[in-house]
């Protein structure tokens, strides 16, 4: 169904409409606000006032974005607003500037020696999802920022633009964060690989 259609029947009442956006959406919400949030009860409510959020808004949804973004962004302001309060009682992680080691490179900027993609190193479906728990459990780990933009673009696959449109900030912002989020996941997989 287009977004056109979805809005149309939000709009007037639909409440199977609804039903679909939230069947669609919410997981995903809660995995976003727990890139804000340190503890998923918070992200749950964070998620459910987007949904009232949502609901309020509809009539003035004029998109100019997706409803999927448009979601996301209503979630990205409560959730900043949320881990604010948070952070003024629990300790900021304020994590580092680490990035991939330059050794790792040749002259030209290309990999001296490619990581290998996780999926042609994984012998079967139970190591897969292994990894994919500790990669996960990785990107938990993360700073805010970093952990917002990592989850946006390689957990829920929202584009690089749409992932600036919901956090609010520059393409050259989201490519660091994005970049150092992954070398510190790419890392702590390396760490762990290393260290059976």
């Known amino acids: 169904m287009s977004d056109g259609d979805l809005v149309q029947r939000l709009r007037s009442g639909d409440e199977s409409a609804f039903a679909e956006?939230?069947?669609?959406?919410?997981?995903?919400?809660?995995?976003?606000?727990?890139?804000?949030?340190?503890?998923?009860a918070i992200a749950e409510e964070v998620a459910q006032d987007t949904w009232?959020?949502?609901?309020?808004?509809?009539?003035?949804f004029e998109g100019r974005s997706s409803l999927k973004t448009w979601t996301f962004h209503i979630?990205?302001?409560?959730?900043r607003t949320t881990g604010v309060r948070e952070q003024r009682t629990v300790a900021v992680d304020v994590g580092d500037s680490s990035t991939v080691d330059?050794?790792?490179?040749?002259?030209?900027?290309?990999w001296?020696?490619?990581?290998?993609?996780?999926?042609d190193a994984v012998e079967d479906q139970i190591e897969a999802v292994k990894l994919a728990e500790r990669a996960l459990a990785a990107i938990a780990e993360l700073p805010g920022s970093?952990?917002?933009v990592v989850t946006l673009r390689d957990v829920e696959g929202l584009s690089s633009r749409e992932a600036c449109d919901v956090l609010d900030i520059s393409e050259a912002n989201q490519r660091v964060l994005l970049h150092r989020g992954?070398?510190?996941?790419?890392?702590?997989?390396?760490?762990e690989e290393v260290a059976k």
């Open 21 to 40: 956006l939230v069947d669609a959406y919410h997981p995903s919400l809660v995995r976003v606000a727990m890139a804000f949030v340190r503890s998923r």
């Open 52 to 60: 009232v959020a949502v609901l309020r808004g509809i009539g003035r």
């Open 75 to 79: 979630l990205a302001n409560r959730a």
């Open 102 to 110: 330059g050794r790792r490179f040749d002259d030209v900027g290309a």
């Open 112 to 119: 001296a020696d490619p990581p290998a993609p996780w999926t």
């Open 146 to 148: 970093q952990r917002a």
């Open 182 to 191: 992954r070398a510190r996941v790419r890392a702590t997989l390396e760490h």
